[in-house]
């Protein structure tokens, strides 16, 4: 019975989650602080949801596996994020894709849920493809590349900061309920995925 009332009690909440963090069209791409590109783009990353949860479970993900992977995390993703911004700020304005953001959040969350053990060069590889993937989409439509590289240079520092306190603390947790905690977690990035696939999925057959 109480796991009855904690599911029907999750899905509301999950539902909800999904609700924020569906993108929509990029059209004005940033949003201006008044105090700097550099704080542009570090608001940009802060409240684009589907960023922040994917570089917040990979940070996760990759502070359980140990210090060697949270600092390879640290520093590939951002360098990644920031390469892949400076590409996709040569391209013309493109809408997100909620296929691709359910993608990263489905494979992450899965990840982080299941504790995944891999090796310290697949740690990198999928770093760097989470990175150039969500930096292409942050820097398409943002103009030239020399005009937007503060606004990316903000987004980079964004991540780094939060890649370093999540990867930091995962790699402290010793009790195992702790670890279960951040695991469970894990699974409802990965669910908010599954269900921000099938309501883009349902979008498209109207």
Not at 5 to 17: D, F, I, K, N, Y
Not at 180 to 205: N, Q
Request: some cysteine.
């Amino acid at each position: 019975m109480k796991r009855r009332r904690l599911c029907r009690r999750s899905v509301p909440a999950v539902a909800a989650w999904v609700a924020a963090i569906c993108p929509a069209a990029a059209e004005a791409h940033l949003n201006s602080t008044g105090m700097g590109p550099l704080y542009d783009g570090s608001l940009h990353f802060l409240t684009s949801p589907e960023d922040l949860v994917s570089a917040l479970a990979l940070g996760l993900w990759a502070g359980l596996r140990g210090a060697d992977h949270g600092r390879r995390a640290l520093f590939v993703l951002p360098s990644a994020w920031l390469l892949g911004g400076l590409l996709g700020a040569t391209a013309a304005a493109t809408p997100d894709s909620a296929v691709g953001s359910s993608f990263w959040l489905l494979l992450l969350g899965g990840l982080l849920a299941a504790d995944a053990k891999v090796s310290l060069r697949l740690t990198t590889v999928l770093a760097a493809c989470v990175g150039l993937a969500h930096g292409y989409a942050n820097g398409a439509g943002m103009g030239a590349a020399w005009d937007a590289a503060g606004a990316l240079l903000g987004l980079g520092a964004a991540v780094f900061v939060l890649v370093a306190l999540s990867a930091a603390f995962a790699t402290s947790l010793r009790a195992p309920w702790t670890r279960i905690a951040v695991r469970v977690a894990g699974s409802w990035i990965a669910a908010s995925g599954l269900l921000l696939l099938g309501w883009s999925m349902r979008s498209g057959w109207r």
